[in-house]
């Protein structure tokens, strides 16, 4: 079975940084890239970032750049999201996800982490 | 960047009734990376097509993708209950970055 659990969410000040993970089981995670896509509250959804099967490339939307860094270890299977100089604009659920839908086993779909909530007050 | 703007924002519609759902993009975008989702409250998005017109696996035939170009079509023939949901077009291009539409909620009339 696909799996991708996500951890590291929470509250955080404004300018405060917090790390995302997102470890994957059951598929062959070094094979696709990944990306993390949030949603604000009562929004719609958004692309943050993504990261190429190797890690070779990586793309950000232009309002986390510079703040954001997207990374992977196939290694241990695991998709991270470091995010510093924290807004209240950030403030949002986070899902990681495979960038695209990915055939394994006959079934053809993509395959998302449950979310985890990142808020960022005072 | 590709901008993707949806229509309508909301559409009220009864079961059986058929759902349209349509996406404008700001440049063209290859078939092959438009695809829709569906999200319901509470749960992360859901897969309905992609590559335009190709059904996710086990999602239902009522639900078909057209369109090329800069106009894209999600339609749902014969809501059934459990369809009411928000509804998203995404393209994926190659190299990113990648965008979302801003969705269409589809709501019990």
């Known amino acids: 079975e696909v799996q991708l659990v996500q951890s590291g969410g929470g509250l955080v000040q404004p300018g405060g940084s917090l790390r995302l993970s997102c470890a994957a089981s059951?598929?062959?995670?070094?094979?696709?890239?990944m990306s993390w896509v949030r949603q604000a509250p009562g929004k719609g959804l958004e692309w943050v970032a993504s990261?190429?099967?190797?890690?070779?490339?990586?793309y950000y939307v232009d309002s986390v750049k510079g703040r954001f860094i997207i990374s992977r270890d196939n290694v241990k299977n695991s998709l991270y999201l470091q995010m510093n100089s924290l807004r209240g604009e950030d403030t949002a659920i986070y899902y990681c996800?495979?960038?695209?839908?990915?055939?394994?086993?006959?079934?053809?779909?993509?395959?998302w982490g449950q979310g985890t909530l990142v808020t960022v007050s005072t | 960047e590709i901008v993707l703007t949806q229509s309508p924002g909301t559409l009220s519609l009864s079961p059986g009734e058929r759902a349209t759902l349509s996406c404008r993009a700001s440049?063209?975008?290859?078939?092959?990376?438009l695809a829709w989702y569906q999200q319901k409250p509470g749960q992360a998005p859901r897969l309905l097509i992609y590559?335009?017109?190709s059904r996710a696996t086990d999602i239902p035939d009522r639900f078909s993708g057209s369109g090329s170009g800069t106009d894209f079509t999600l339609t749902i023939n014969r809501v059934e209950p459990e369809d009411f949901a928000v509804y998203y077009c995404?393209?994926?291009?190659?190299?990113?970055?990648?965008?979302f539409g801003g969705g269409t909620k589809v709501e019990i009339k």
């Open positions: 996800a495979t960038s695209t839908a990915i055939l394994l086993r006959g079934v053809i779909r993509d395959y």
């Open positions: 059951g598929f062959t995670f070094s094979n696709y890239w």
């Open positions: 990261i190429k099967e190797d890690g070779s490339e990586k």
């Open positions: 440049q063209s975008v290859s078939t092959t990376y």
């Open positions: 590559g335009a017109s």
């Open positions: 995404h393209q994926y291009s190659s190299p990113p970055p990648l965008t």
